[in-house]
């Protein structure tokens, strides 16, 4: 008996629908913090995504830079806020009987695009991005990547004398 779907294709339901669960429970908790960590991950599933797509390097820097900067300085913010911590959010909006049928509109109008639209499945496989983008940066574009470290060596020595408490009057 063949299974109407192949294991890949289930796995990348279970990841869709862990983005798409994770990111309604963002607005839907009550607690910020809770709802940072549903947006980590529904970040972590997008990167599952890009993974799935043979994106490798966005799905690196999705991790990297959305889950590893954005929403640790999102918590370390208000971790550092104690009064926010301690407190839920429970203002409830009023006009839900005008969201509803707008939402259910827009769901079916998206709906109805996606049934309608031709996805062109039988695309064929490309290389893993990382590879190219990383010869791509040291090869055409070697220039503008040594510059654009030095700019951010600056920085990060800058933002360092600055942090650096004055001890006796000297800096």
């Given amino acids: 008996m063949e299974l109407p779907i192949t294991l890949t294709q289930a796995l990348f339901c279970v990841i869709a629908f862990i983005v798409v669960a994770s990111a309604a429970l963002v607005v839907l908790v009550r607690n910020i913090f809770h709802s940072l960590l549903f947006l980590a991950f529904c970040f972590l599933g997008v990167a599952g995504v890009f993974l799935f797509l043979s994106a490798d390097f966005v799905a690196a820097v999705q991790v990297l830079?959305?889950?590893?900067?954005?929403?640790?300085?999102l918590m370390f913010a208000l971790m550092m806020t104690h009064r926010v911590m301690q407190t839920n959010i429970s203002q409830t909006v009023g006009q839900w009987w005008v969201a509803a049928p707008v939402t259910a509109g827009i769901l079916t109008l998206l709906f109805r695009l996606f049934v309608s639209y031709d996805f062109g499945l039988n695309t064929p496989n490309t290389a893993p991005t990382t590879a190219i983008i990383g010869k791509q940066l040291l090869v055409k574009w070697l220039l503008p990547f040594e510059i654009a470290s030095v700019v951010l060596l600056v920085a990060m020595i800058g933002a360092i004398v600055l942090a650096k408490e004055e001890k006796d009057g000297t800096p």
């Fill in 65 to 73: 830079i959305y889950i590893g900067a954005v929403v640790v300085l």
